[in-house]
Structures are given as structure tokens and as C-alpha cells.
């Protein structure tokens, strides 16, 4: 039976682990909150009294924690999983992190004798309690199969997207240009909103036409066209200003260690950033919409 060690079990990590207990793995979680760990514990996982305590029978660790601080200070050090765990295991780490903490901890693990991936995930809360993630990984074509059947049994799509730190990579490429489609799905309704044209027919039009993309047609910005999207409920989250704006400032920092122009990734989180300074962070992302359509000129010109 597959031993796994479970660290970080919030809102992402407490349902994937609970699918890796459904699949049959034996599952010790740790966690900051002993309430995620009693959750974990409910559902038939264990929870570990301490990392030493739950790297003992582990040949897997696997961490969903919130960003590369928390990922470096859990890995690296004496009294880090990689010291300490059992020789040759393997680690997937499934926080979305920089490319440049992702890309050092897996040097570290694999010089230690080690296997490691970087597995960011899409596909949100919803996902990953219904074990319909998608796995963007990097690391080893060996490490990505021995992977596989855990990875599988949190989530339905597993794309390897090239070595260490290309989970990574893909993960805020795609992040960025959902950002910016955002913003420009949501100034469009707004616009239309101005010049007095029905934000169905809007859509009706730009869902078949060149103006086509996911933030329309399955996470419309304005309450109506598309019955599931957040604009429908208040914009409850769904992914949080706050978390785009993290995804955003990541592609930023890349863009800068690496010179690539990303003018429009930028102005996207200085957008976001206006959105959280607001007091809007905590809402759906798609809310970008309600910040546009207020900052408008007072009298709509008709
Ligand atoms: P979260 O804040 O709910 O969970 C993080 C957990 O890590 C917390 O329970 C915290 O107590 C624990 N933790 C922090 N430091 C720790 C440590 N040193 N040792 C043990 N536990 C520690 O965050 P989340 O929403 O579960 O997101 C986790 C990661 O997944 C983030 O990197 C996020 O960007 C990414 N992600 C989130 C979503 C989403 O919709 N929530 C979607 C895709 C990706």
C-alpha cells in the first residue's frame, strides 16, 4: 500500500487528501490546524503528531501549501522533509509557488538522493473535492510515472509539461492570460452597458465570434448569460481577486529574472491590486467587471 504524508491540509489539500484515502492510500496529514488535521482524521486519514511522525512509514510526501516561503521552510533545512524523510522518496509538491523556489527545492531534494515535481493544480476547491484537478508537472519522466496513480486519484487530467519547474511555468503563463481575458471580457460589458446594448446580445454575439474565450462563455463577468458564473451569486468565489492577484505577481517576478515583456500581465495586477485595496480581494475575480463599471464617468453618455 502507497504511504503518503500529507502536509498542508487547507482548502485545496484537506479534499485532495481525502481522495487519496478514498483510493485506498494510507494517509498521515499535518497541518498548522489541528481542525484541518481532525477533518482529515474524520475521513479516514491519520492525523501526525509531528513531521517526524509523518514521514515515518511515508515513500511519498505531497505539500499544498500557500506559497514558496511555506514550501521552502517545509523542505529545506535540518529539520526539513528532506533531511529527514526515508531515502529515495518522492516529493509532488502541489502549491502554486515561484519557478525559482520550486526549480532550488527540487535541486536539494534530487541531490539528496531524492525524486521531486513541481504538480500546481487548476480546477479550484470544486476540483479537488471532486478529484477533477489538472495537473500541470514538472520534473523527471520517471518521477512523473512513478506519480501518476497519486495523482490520478486526486485529479483527472495529468499534462507533463517538461522539467523541474515547468509545472510551475505553465501554471502562471495560464494565470496571466486568464487575468488580463478577464479584464478585457468584463471592459466590453461595461462598454456595452454605456452605449445602451443588451449584455445578452452581447454575448450572443461575441460567444460565436472572434471575441470568443473561456472568461465569456463559461464565467461570464455579468449576472445572466451564463447561469453558473459567480456574477450569478453575488460574486462569491470561485478563485479570489486576492489569488489572481498572487498568480499575477508571480508571472511578474518571472518576467522580470527572465526580460520577457508582459505589459498587459502587469497592468492586469495593478487592476487586481485596485480590486483588493477596495475590499474586494476576498471576492470572485470576475468582480474586476463591478470595479470597471463604477469608475465609469457619473453620467453615461447615451
Ligand atoms: P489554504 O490557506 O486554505 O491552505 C494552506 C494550508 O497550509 C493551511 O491549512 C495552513 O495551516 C497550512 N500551512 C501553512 N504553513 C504550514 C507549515 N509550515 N506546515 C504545515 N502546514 C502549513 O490555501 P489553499 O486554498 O488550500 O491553497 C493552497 C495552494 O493551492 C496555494 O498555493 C494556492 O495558490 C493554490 N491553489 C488554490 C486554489 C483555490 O481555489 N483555493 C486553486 C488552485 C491553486
Given at each position: 500500500?502507497?504511504t503518503?504524508a ?25 497541518d ?16 501526525a ?5 509523518a ?18 521552510s ?17 516529493f ?10 520550486a526549480r ?5 531534494a534530487?541531490?539528496?538522493g ?21 495537473f ?13 496513480a497519486?495523482l490520478?486519484?486526486?485529479?483527472k ?11 510551475q ?13 478577464m479584464?478585457?471580457?468584463?471592459e466590453?460589458?461595461a ?9 445578452q ?6 460567444s460565436?465570434?472572434s471575441?470568443?474565450?473561456w ?32 498568480d ?8 522580470l ?6 505589459p498587459?500581465?502587469?497592468?492586469a ?21 463591478e ?12
Open positions: 500500500m502507497t503518503v500529507f502536509i498542508g491540509l487547507g482548502n485545496m489539500g484537506r479534499p485532495m487528501a481525502l481522495n487519496l484515502v478514498r483510493a485506498g492510500m494510507s494517509v498521515a496529514g499535518l498548522r490546524a489541528p481542525a484541518a488535521m481532525a477533518e482529515l482524521a474524520a475521513g479516514g486519514g491519520r492525523a503528531a509531528d513531521l517526524a511522525d514521514l515515518a512509514a511515508a515513500d511519498v510526501v505531497v505539500t499544498m501549501l500557500p506559497a514558496g516561503a511555506q514550501v521552502r517545509v523542505y529545506l533545512g535540518a529539520d526539513g522533509v528532506i533531511a529527514r524523510a526515508r531515502p529515495n522518496s518522492l509532488i509538491d502541489c502549491s502554486t509557488i515561484d519557478v525559482d523556489t532550488a527545492v527540487a535541486a536539494a534530487e541531490a539528496a531524492h525524486a521531486m515535481l513541481d504538480a500546481p493544480v487548476s480546477g479550484g476547491t470544486g476540483g479537488a473535492a471532486a478529484g477533477t484537478l489538472t500541470m508537472v514538472g520534473g523527471s519522466d520517471a518521477a512523473v510515472e512513478r506519480a501518476r497519486i490520478q486519484a486526486m485529479g487530467t495529468v499534462v507533463h509539461t517538461g522539467g523541474p519547474g515547468a509545472g511555468a505553465a501554471k502562471i503563463c495560464n494565470n496571466m492570460l486568464l487575468g488580463i481575458s479584464i478585457g471580457v468584463a466590453a460589458f462598454l456595452a452597458d454605456r452605449l445602451g446594448l443588451d449584455r446580445k452581447l454575448f450572443d454575439v461575441s460565436t465570434s471575441g470568443q474565450c472568461s465569456l462563455t463559461t464565467y461570464c463577468p455579468v449576472p445572466g448569460p451564463v447561469p453558473t458564473s459567480p456574477a450569478n451569486r453575488g460574486y462569491a468565489p470561485g478563485f479570489t481577486a486576492a489569488m489572481m492577484l498572487k499575477l505577481a508571480l508571472a511578474q517576478s518571472a518576467a529574472s527572465t526580460g520577457a515583456s508582459t498587459l500581465g502587469a497592468l495586477a495593478q487592476i487586481y491590486q485596485l480590486m483588493a485595496s477596495a475590499g474586494q480581494g476576498e471576492q470572485d475575480f470576475s468582480a474586476v467587471f470595479l470597471l463599471a463604477k469608475t465609469g464617468a457619473s453620467q453615461p453618455q447615451r
